[in-house]
């Protein structure tokens, strides 16, 4: 059989606060935040080639696995200020924020990380398909950060609302940040009415994509590899052109239009988006027989069976344009309450700037491609007493799929590039909700179990569908829920 690789999933989040008024004015609240996904790898049907014949029972490893943690604390207060200037009160808010990410990389079991007596040999160690993570890339790395802002909302007259936003963050890795927003609003009439905005973004690396060390077999050229993805501090990347990541920064400009007649809403957006030193994964570097026997002897035994090491690293700049469409109309059809929407998006991803040490021209083509440039969706919710039915008809357009045959490795050598079709998916629910608190509801999301084209090379290079499928390929599926509220 097949190598099948997985893992169980844990997800756990828990909120709280506190809110309340300092005598007539100022309003406060207080939140904390916990959440917490944890997951352990399992990969079987696979073998540690190093061992020989001394393989685990039932050829199945346990690799280890990753935790990411995040804690938070919020404070926010408030108030509204009378003024000479502006139609309404000024509102004001106002808070601080502090924050902790932690990300956990659990050691595998011995099998899969075992460096066997056959390693000499020229075999692979390690659990196949991916390995093990060892006891020198296991570990726990966490950063804290804290924030103050400050938030200005202005009437200036009925017509013309202009707010403003300032945050101000510091991070114990990467240093401070201030970033802004500015956002107006002009009422032309009483339906229709203008709005823009202007901002700056800032996004730190993760402790996860700094930190990260895994070895996967996968394919490049006509052969299966083992491929090492190591922390960009690693002497090794840096010396394949790695360095220590940097935050990603970005600007975005917005204008729109809203049309509110009562029974129909529509808004129209156009955005533009520029963000610089974007974060990725790098293309794989081959490793010379002298770095593996420089990796080995510096402590790193596994690297004896590794061909090729990649990194994150600041990679390219990009600018996306787009435009949204929102519309909805509510009337009584069908003897009760119902309500049509349609959405429609269109957006462009641009490579501006890249690194071609870094990523290739494949990599680049995949950024601008490998999304939908068309997407939308239009949906009918119908609400009658006890009884209401909802149905969500999703477009997603054409989209490009980098199969092993695709050919788009360089612009010179000529390949037609592979992509998948568009597709419509399905959405639809029925349900009943009783006075006494009971609910039933039955439905389906993918009604007609629409999944992507199967990858030509999925028998070989373990993925049986598309790995950038706007979609998804689960398939349909269809639920009943029977509950209580009271």
Same mark, same amino acid.
């Given at each position: 059989?097949?190598?099948?690789?997985?893992?169980?999933?844990?997800?756990?989040?828990?909120?709280?606060?506190?809110?309340?008024?300092?005598?007539?004015?100022?309003?406060?609240?207080?939140s904390?935040?916990?959440?917490?996904?944890?997951?352990?790898?399992?990969i079987?049907?696979?073998?540690?080639?190093?061992?020989?014949?001394?393989?685990?029972?039932?050829?199945?490893?346990?690799?280890?696995?990753?935790?990411?943690?995040?804690?938070?604390?919020?404070?926010?207060?408030?108030? &509204?200020? +009378?003024?000479? *200037? #502006?139609?309404?009160?000024?509102?004001?808010? /106002?808070g601080?924020?502090?924050?902790? %990410?932690? =990300?956990?990389?659990?050691?595998?079991?011995?099998?899969s990380?075992?460096?066997?007596?056959?390693?000499?040999?020229?075999?692979?160690?390690?659990?196949?398909?991916?390995?093990?993570f060892?006891?020198?890339?296991?570990g726990?790395?966490?950063?804290?950060?804290?924030?103050?802002?400050? &938030?200005? +909302?202005?009437? *200036? #007259?009925?017509?013309?609302?202009l707010?403003? /936003?300032?945050?101000?963050?510091?991070? %114990?890795? =990467?240093?401070?940040?201030?970033?802004?927003?500015?956002?107006?609003?002009?009422?032309?009439?009483?339906?229709?009415?203008?709005?823009?905005?202007?901002?700056?973004?800032?996004?730190?690396?993760?402790?996860?994509?700094?930190?990260?060390?895994?070895?996967?077999?996968?394919?490049?050229?006509?052969?299966?590899i083992?491929?090492?993805t190591?922390?960009?501090?690693n002497?090794?990347?840096?010396?394949?052109?790695?360095?220590?990541?940097?935050?990603?920064?970005?600007?975005?400009?917005?204008l729109?239009?809203?049309?509110?007649?009562?029974?129909?809403?529509?808004?129209?957006?156009?955005?533009?988006?520029?963000?610089?030193?974007?974060?990725a994964?790098?293309?794989?570097?081959?490793?010379?027989?002298?770095?593996?026997?420089?990796?080995?002897?510096?402590?790193?035994?596994?690297?004896?069976?590794?061909?090729?090491?990649?990194?994150?690293?600041?990679?390219?700049?990009?600018?996306?344009?787009?435009?949204?469409?929102?519309?909805?109309?509510?009337?009584?059809?069908?003897?009760?309450?119902?309500?049509?929407?349609?959405?429609?998006?269109?957006?462009?991803?641009?490579?501006?700037?890249?690194?071609?040490?870094?990523?290739?021209?494949?990599?680049?083509?995949?950024?601008?491609?490998?999304?939908?440039?068309?997407?939308?969706?239009?949906s009918?919710?119908?609400?009658?007493?006890?009884?209401?039915?909802?149905?969500?008809?999703?477009?997603?357009?054409?989209?490009?799929?980098?199969?092993?045959?695709?050919?788009?490795?360089?612009?010179?050598?000529?390949?037609?590039?592979?992509?998948?079709?568009?597709k419509?998916?399905?959405?639809?629910?029925?349900?009943?909700?009783?006075?006494?608190?009971?609910?039933?509801?039955?439905?389906?999301?993918?009604?007609?179990?629409?999944?992507?084209?199967?990858?030509?090379?999925?028998?070989?290079?373990?993925?049986?569908?598309p790995?950038?499928?706007?979609?998804?390929?689960?398939?349909?599926?269809?639920?009943?829920?029977?509950?209580?509220?009271?």
């Amino acid at each position: 059989p097949a190598p099948r690789f997985g893992g169980s999933l844990e997800d756990m989040s828990v909120v709280g606060g506190v809110k309340g008024m300092w005598g007539d004015a100022w309003h406060w609240d207080v939140s904390a935040t916990y959440g917490r996904n944890d997951i352990d790898f399992v990969i079987y049907n696979t073998v540690n080639a190093s061992l020989g014949a001394a393989q685990p029972e039932g050829l199945r490893f346990h690799p280890g696995g990753n935790t990411q943690t995040e804690k938070g604390v919020n404070f926010d207060t408030g108030r &509204d200020f +009378e003024t000479s *200037f #502006t139609a309404e009160p000024l509102r004001m808010s /106002a808070g601080a924020e502090w924050r902790e %990410e932690s =990300f956990e990389v659990k050691g595998g079991d011995a099998a899969s990380t075992a460096i066997g007596p056959l390693t000499q040999q020229g075999f692979a160690l390690g659990s196949n398909g991916f390995n093990g993570f060892s006891p020198r890339t296991a570990g726990e790395w966490d950063r804290s950060n804290w924030a103050v802002y400050l &938030d200005l +909302e202005a009437q *200036f #007259t009925e017509q013309f609302m202009l707010a403003a /936003a300032i945050r101000h963050e510091d991070f %114990e890795d =990467f240093g401070s940040t201030t970033n802004g927003k500015l956002t107006g609003r002009f009422d032309v009439s009483e339906t229709f009415a203008l709005r823009g905005a202007v901002n700056t973004g800032f996004r730190a690396p993760t402790p996860g994509q700094a930190n990260i060390s895994q070895i996967t077999t996968a394919f490049e050229g006509n052969a299966l590899i083992d491929i090492a993805t190591l922390p960009p501090t690693n002497p090794i990347a840096q010396l394949k052109g790695a360095r220590a990541l940097t935050p990603e920064d970005s600007k975005s400009v917005s204008l729109g239009m809203v049309w509110d007649s009562g029974d129909w809403l529509v808004t129209v957006d156009g955005y533009h988006i520029k963000v610089e030193d974007r974060i990725a994964l790098s293309t794989s570097f081959e490793l010379t027989d002298a770095e593996r026997a420089a990796l080995v002897a510096s402590g790193n035994p596994e690297a004896a069976s590794l061909t090729s090491v990649t990194y994150f690293g600041n990679a390219f700049d990009t600018t996306t344009t787009g435009l949204d469409v929102v519309a909805s109309l509510q009337t009584e059809h069908f003897g009760g309450d119902t309500t049509y929407s349609l959405a429609a998006n269109w957006n462009k991803t641009e490579v501006d700037r890249y690194d071609a040490n870094f990523i290739n021209e494949a990599r680049v083509y995949k950024i601008e491609e490998s999304l939908p440039t068309t997407k939308g969706y239009f949906s009918v919710n119908h609400q009658r007493e006890v009884f209401h039915a909802n149905l969500r008809v999703a477009y997603y357009g054409s989209w490009y799929e980098d199969h092993l045959d695709s050919g788009v490795i360089s612009a010179a050598d000529g390949g037609l590039p592979i992509y998948e079709d568009s597709k419509v998916i399905v959405d639809a629910e029925v349900g009943w909700k009783f006075a006494s608190g009971l609910y039933v509801n039955v439905g389906a999301q993918n009604l007609f179990d629409e999944v992507p084209d199967e990858n030509p090379w999925g028998g070989i290079a373990g993925a049986q569908y598309p790995v950038h499928s706007p979609y998804g390929f689960n398939g349909g599926f269809y639920y009943a829920r029977v509950g209580w509220k009271f």
